[in-house]
């Protein structure tokens, strides 16, 4: 495999899609030096087969607001890969959502879910659908469209969505609401992120943050650190950061900074319960600011345009979208004395802040190892459903934490270089890519 030459054919290929180009060159170069030692696999092509999705489902969602006008969206489901299990991955639904978005977080979602060690493919889907200032009439409304045109592609073991950014259990009901209707059938395992009352799994909305802290504990215990004390930044306040925030806070660590779109709330003390359970308060408002929470508790300190990365601290955790802590970030937060960065949203860094992070020679895990709890524990939902039973917490919780833990023994099995040092991104990409190239070529030219 020569990385440079199959960068350059995909971009010829895919031109403008610079998310997923990112996250292919990743990987790539990450498992590069392993592939060319398995001549078996360049035989059978898989890395041309594997950067390529199995299939692209596109479609038009036509809905009603609340004025009466007829409202047009885009949808997508993005089927990556198959080899481990059905395609499993979230729906967005966000203004920016593209085609080359859903690519990226379909490949990413293909080596996360292999690094679970359960049985599941990588997919992705969404709309550039803004769910912002829309009414739950609306939404309903828009849901309902969506899964009109989805219904026939998706199953429990063929396509299982669950959520991702703007689309919370809300919208995943009432998506589920109209699955029923169509297919005739109650069949609570086509998705995940369900209410607990209609098969949803306990922890599940606690799961991204909660295994991101599992893996951060393992991933500080490795290096000699602790959670304790540590003053944490956090960016986001859905239930990602909300997870983040809580486990963290349980675990000793201090919630000095959250950020929205709007600017960053700093806390110096730590935020409180109130405070992290009022994030959710916060997303659910539809609003998409977090301004409020510096008027409604004493000790916060609301700044315009700034992120949480302006604030100083130990730990860095982007929890809201791709890219959005980039190489000044990188440089303010080395200049500030962060000392661990670890991504909770998915591709959260760019390539420069990762370089800036690893020549700096800090503590630095990717998302698609760390923020895997939110899949494993769609998968355990899966299992639940399957069997028609439902696990207390306490059951969920204690899988939650194997699996970060067989992640994170996993990233330093394959990411630990001469010195010692573990490279969690090599790590990760070699972990799992590994297993879903030997599935490949085991299942023939497909």
């Given amino acids: ?133 829309k009414t739950d009439a609306e939404v309903m409304r828009f849901c309902q469209a969506f899964m009109c045109e989805l219904w026939q592609n998706i199953g429990p073991d063929t396509d299982v969505p669950a959520g991702d950014v703007g689309v919370g259990g809300r919208e995943i009901g009432f998506m589920y609401g109209m699955y029923k209707k169509l297919a005739r059938e109650y069949n609570t395992g086509v998705l995940t992120g369900k209410g607990q009352t209609w098969g949803g799994s306990k922890i599940r909305p606690e799961a991204t943050g909660f295994g991101a802290l599992y893996f951060v504990h393992h991933m500080l215990n490795k290096a000699g650190k602790d959670l304790k004390g540590l003053k944490v930044a956090v960016s986001g306040f859905g239930n990602v950061a909300w997870g983040a925030a809580l486990k963290a806070t349980e675990l000793g660590a201090k919630v000095v900074a959250v950020s929205g779109p709007d600017g960053v709330c700093s806390i110096e003390n730590g935020m409180s319960k109130v405070m992290i359970d009022y994030m959710l ?27 949480a990365w302006s604030v100083k601290c130990d730990l860095a955790l982007p929890c809201a979208f791709q890219n959005e802590l980039n190489g000044d970030d990188a440089k303010e937060l080395l200049a500030n004395g962060i000392w661990a960065v670890a991504e ?103």
């Fill in 1 to 133: 495999m020569n990385v440079k030459e199959l960068m350059t054919n995909l971009e010829a290929k895919h031109p403008g899609e610079k998310e997923y180009l990112q996250a292919v060159h990743e990987v790539l170069e990450s498992v590069e030096g392993i592939y060319n030692q398995h001549p078996e696999f360049e035989k059978a092509k898989i890395v041309e087969r594997i950067v390529e999705p199995d299939r692209i489902i596109t479609f038009r969602v036509a809905w009603v607001d609340d004025k009466g006008t007829v409202q047009t969206n885009l949808g997508y489901r993005v089927q990556f890969n198959s080899a481990i299990g059905p395609y499993k991955g979230g729906i967005r639904f966000h203004k920016a959502v593209n085609l080359s978005m859903l690519k990226f977080l379909g490949f990413e979602q293909t080596f996360k879910n292999a690094l679970t060690t359960l049985p599941m493919g990588g997919g992705k889907g969404g709309s550039d659908f803004d769910p912002i200032g």
């Fill in 281 to 307: 308060e916060l997303r659910s408002s539809n609003n998409n600011v977090v301004a409020p929470m510096a008027e409604k508790f004493s000790g916060v300190k609301f700044t315009a345009g700034k992120k």
């Fill in 344 to 446: 909770v949203s998915n591709m959260g860094c760019t390539p420069e802040a990762i370089k800036a992070f690893q020549d700096a020679k800090i503590l630095f895990a990717p998302g698609k190892a760390v923020n895997a709890g939110g899949v494993a524990t769609s998968g355990l939902e899966m299992t639940q459903n399957a069997a028609h039973i439902s696990w207390p917490a306490e059951q969920v919780d204690a899988q939650l934490h194997q699996i970060m833990e067989d992640i994170h023994t996993a990233c330093v099995t394959f990411g630990t270089e001469e010195d010692g040092h573990v490279n969690y991104v090599n790590g990760a990409n070699i972990a799992g890519f590994m297993k879903v190239a030997q599935a490949m070529l085991e299942q023939g030219i497909i």
